[in-house]
């Protein structure tokens, strides 16, 4: 009786954490420029690059946000020079540059949105760029900003930054499922009363 609970039991919690896994995660999207190396970050330029997120529906709520950089080199090597990146509400959809003829270390986005980095090339080659938003703290604004639709970034990169192609993943969940240890909970409540029913057909079959 004992080995038939206790099979019942892992049946359940199994199945449970099969179902959370398979519905609460919703999936990643994935958001790529056009052009994809955001014409490789011109010294004489500054960039928004607005990204429309209505293609993730209202139920799905984010989880993590992420900008990569792939590739990217500073042909000066590890000095002074600055890529500053910002973090906007509703920009622009799509890539747009702007001319920056003074181009003498000021961020053109100064105050337009919260500083995502700082970026000054460490190293002579190139090296590959990760931006978690959770770990900067900046989820939440990311979060109330994508709400409206659209988000995106601001770049003003005082030298020129070759890169192999940026890129924005994000991924959700959906709100209306419960914690697998809540699913559990609910489906090991029955437990007693299958053991009830086993012992009961027991008895039957015994007179």
Known sequence: ???????????????????????AWAGTYSYVPDPADLNNLDHWKYCSWGVDLTNIPAGETITSATLY??????????????????????????????????????????GAGPLVATYIDSAYGVENLQYDLGSLGLLDTFKT????????????????????????????????????????????????????ALRRRRMRGAS
């Open 145 to 196: 900003y994508a709400a409206n639709g659209t988000a995106g970034f601001g770049l003003d990169p005082d030298c020129h930054y070759w890169n192999e192609g940026a890129r924005f993943n994000v991924t959700t969940r959906t709100s209306d499922v419960p914690e697998p240890s809540s699913i559990v909970l609910i489906l090991t409540g029955g437990i007693p009363a299958l053991g009830m």
């Open 69 to 110: 950089f792939d590739s990217i080199d500073n042909w000066l090597g590890p000095t002074e020079n600055y890529l500053y990146i910002h973090l906007l509400d509703d920009p622009q959809l799509g890539f747009v540059e702007w001319s920056d003829t003074d181009n003498d270390h000021y961020d053109n986005w100064t």
């Open 1 to 23: 009786m004992r080995r038939m609970r206790s099979i019942a039991v892992c049946g359940l919690v199994m199945m449970a954490v099969m179902c959370a896994g398979a519905s």
